[in-house]
């Protein structure tokens, strides 16, 4: 290939950092891995067969396709904050679920509103201090609160949790007019946003709850499971969570469902790990999906929790859950948080789990596990949030 063409098909930044004249590309990247790749491609230019023949590369040599991809990707994740309202931004060390409701103080709707339309702003301020921190925030807002604050239809699913009363269960239905899900590898950055959120806030808005989550171990929950495994990936990920064509007033969005469970270890850990298999529908140490047990059975909560529509097409969501409490305290708990694209689905999983497929035979995790809210909201796209503050 000739030079120019090369040039003009890798780019010609691209192409100037090879030459050696600048190498902002690779700054991110290993070095044994820049040399090397910067080396391999530079003789490819130059049509040499190679420079420093006499020296052995002191690292086994990625490919070269290989070592490219790898630049690519350490620079775009690194270059920039995560973009406001990216409901699926990685899963993080820490989390906090901030639960407000609006205050009757005169200013309070203009006051949250120029507050949310600058949240991208805001996020920047703490993201940039560390772009390794995955720090996100999503904001979502709740159906009463949604007229008031954005002045534009409401989407066309969203409604007040609705309390779902089992035999034995109830999944209680809480307030909350906005919910800011909070996200970062550092508790510092979630705690430094929440710090100048607040502070922005005021007197406009009141705590209903706010926890503060940790990652504990392999993504487990307290109860001792992988917990996330059956989440959707790659394509399927905004095809289940964002809004589409089907509301023009919502596009972009997503539904948010949240629930603080506070867990009954004693009782839990007194069960064998094959019962505790059984309720949740897979095996505690290596994670392996359990057969659904045959209709008119017990189900277990993976089952309950699996919802195909009349056509059998299966709708999924998407969770980030997180474990929360005190030892001290003896407060041990699960925060759910699950996002889709279609309200309903979420709530036939409440309905399955609380009221039981079939009726009285109840998700057995609800033995254990009590619901202390529960709420509902609407996270618009970045692009309607970002237009809250422009009359
Ligand atoms: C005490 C609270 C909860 C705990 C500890 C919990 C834990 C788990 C665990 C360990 C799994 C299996 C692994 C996985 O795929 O993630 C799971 C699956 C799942 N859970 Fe939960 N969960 C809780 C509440 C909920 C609620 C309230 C919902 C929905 C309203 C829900 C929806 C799901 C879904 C959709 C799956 C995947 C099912 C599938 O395999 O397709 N979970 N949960």
Request: aromatic residues 8%; charged residues 25%; proline residues 6%.
């Amino acid at each position: 290939m000739s030079i120019s063409k090369f040039r003009t098909t890798i780019g010609s930044r691209f192409y100037d950092a090879l030459r050696g004249n600048s190498l902002p590309l690779f700054r991110t990247i290993d070095r044994g891995q820049t040399a090397t790749l910067v080396r391999e491609l530079r003789r490819n230019l130059s049509g040499h067969p190679t420079l420093q023949v006499d020296r052995p590369p002191r690292r086994p040599r990625v490919s070269r396709l290989q070592a490219a991809e790898l630049a690519t990707q350490s620079t775009m994740s690194r270059r920039v904050p995560i973009e406001p309202q990216r409901v699926d931004a990685p899963l993080t060390q820490s989390a906090t679920f901030l639960v407000l409701t609006i205050t009757d103080s005169p200013k309070a709707v203009k006051t949250i509103r120029s507050t949310l339309a600058g949240l991208d702003g805001l996020a920047k301020n703490v993201a940039i201090r560390d772009l390794n921190a995955s720090f996100a925030c999503t904001v979502g807002i709740g159906s009463k609160a949604w007229d008031l604050i954005t002045k534009l239809p409401r989407p066309a699913e969203l409604h007040p949790f609705p309390e779902v009363k089992g035999d034995v269960h109830t999944a209680v239905s809480t307030p909350g007019d906005l919910l800011f899900h909070i996200r970062s590898e550092r508790r510092d950055l979630c705690f430094e946003f929440e710090r100048q959120l607040m502070n922005l806030l005021g007197d406009s808005v009141k705590v209903v709850d706010e926890t503060v989550g940790f990652r504990y171990f392999d993504v487990r929950d307290l109860l001792g499971f992988v917990d996330g495994t059956a989440n959707p990936v790659g394509p399927a990920v905004p095809a289940s969570i964002l809004v589409a064509e089907e509301d023009s007033s919502a596009v972009g969005g997503s539904y948010i469902v949240i629930q603080k469970y506070v867990h009954n270890l004693q009782a839990w850990n007194t069960l064998k790990a094959e019962q505790q298999e059984a309720i949740i529908g897979r095996t505690k140490i290596d994670n392996i999906e359990l057969d659904d047990a045959d209709p008119g059975q017990q189900q277990s909560h993976k089952s309950l929790a699996t919802i195909e529509d009349e056509d059998g097409v299966e709708h999924d969501i998407l969770r980030d859950n997180m474990p929360f409490g005190s030892a001290s305290a003896g407060e041990f708990g699960t925060y759910f948080i699950g996002y889709s694209r279609r309200l309903w689905v979420i709530e036939k999983m409440l309905q399955r789990m609380f009221v039981g497929e079939p009726r009285g035979l109840h998700d057995r995790i609800l033995d254990f596990s009590t619901p202390l809210t529960g709420t509902t909201f609407f996270a618009p796209s970045a692009s309607l949030l970002a237009s809250l503050d422009s009359d």
